[in-house]
C-alpha cells in the first residue's frame, strides 16, 4: 500500500516538478508570471511545453486537452495526442508551446448568451498558468479560459479571474491610502465545502428527476427523521467506505486535500 505522501500530488505539474524539471532561468520566467502576473514569451512556453509533454508520457498520458468550463456547467475537453508521424512511418511525440498557450474550439457547440452569431463562433482557450495541469485517464489537462473571437466570456472561468483582477487593483489602491505602496499583489481565495448524497445505482434507476435533473422534484418525509442513524455520526456502510477510499486516492493524485 503506498504512502499517502508518495500519491499526494502525483498527477499534477506542480511547482515541485517544475524546479526539478525546468532550467533555472525558465523556472523564474514561469514564476514571475504565476506569482507577478508578467506576459510569457513563446520560448518560455516551448521549454514548459517540451518539459510538461515528457513528464505526462512518462506517467503514461497519449493524449493533452484545453480543459475548460464552457456555459453548459460541464467541463469540456478536446483530445489532441502527442503523436506526430515521420516520413519514414513511424513517429516521434511532440508538444509546442504554441500548442500549450492557446486552442481553438469550436464555439458554435457551446451556449454563449446570446453574445454572437453562429456564424461567428469563432472561440479561444487561453492557457492559465496559474492553475496547475494535471492527468486524469490518460490525458494531460491544462486548465484553459474559453473567450470568443471579440473578447466576451464564454465559460465560467475568464469571469473569476477578472474579478481577481479587479479585487486586486482596488486593494492595492486602499492599501496605498494607508501608506502601503510596497505590496506587490493582491490575491484573493475561495474556501469550497462541498455535500453530497451517495444513492445506490439501483435506487437512482427508478428515480426520474434525479436522473433528469441531478435533485429530487418529489417525493415525501421519511417515517422518521433523525430517530434513527441517517445523520452525520452514524455508522458508516461498507459501500460508502469503498468509495470514500476510491475517492481518497482521486483527489490526492490531483493533490486535493
Known sequence: MSKVTDIYG??????????????????????KTIKQGEPLNED?????????????????????THWFQPLTGITSEKHDSFIDPTDDGLTIMTFSGKELIQGEPDASSFPSGGLRATFEARGYTAWDPTSYAFIKDEVLCIPTAFCSYTGEALDKKTPLLRSMKAIETQGRR????????????????????????????????????????????????????????????????????????????????????
Open 174 to 257: 486602499v492599501l496605498a491610502l494607508f501608506g502601503d505602496d510596497a505590496t506587490e499583489r493582491v490575491t484573493t481565495t475561495l474556501g469550497a465545502e462541498q455535500e453530497y448524497f451517495l444513492i445506490s445505482e439501483k435506487d437512482y434507476e427508478k428515480r426520474l428527476d434525479i436522473m433528469l435533473t441531478g435533485r429530487t422534484l418529489f417525493g415525501y418525509p421519511p417515517v422518521k427523521g433523525q430517530e434513527l442513524e441517517e445523520h452525520y455520526f452514524g455508522a458508516i456502510r461498507p459501500s460508502v467506505n469503498e468509495f470514500m477510499k476510491e475517492l481518497d486516492d482521486e483527489l490526492w493524485a490531483l493533490g486535493i486535500s
Open 44 to 64: 518560455v512556453a516551448n521549454v514548459v511545453a517540451h518539459a510538461m509533454k515528457e513528464w505526462a508520457i512518462e506517467k503514461g498520458a497519449t493524449h493533452y
Open 10 to 31: 502525483s498527477m499534477v505539474f506542480n511547482e515541485h516538478v517544475m524546479r526539478e524539471r525546468l532550467p533555472k532561468t525558465t523556472y523564474k520566467q514561469l514564476m
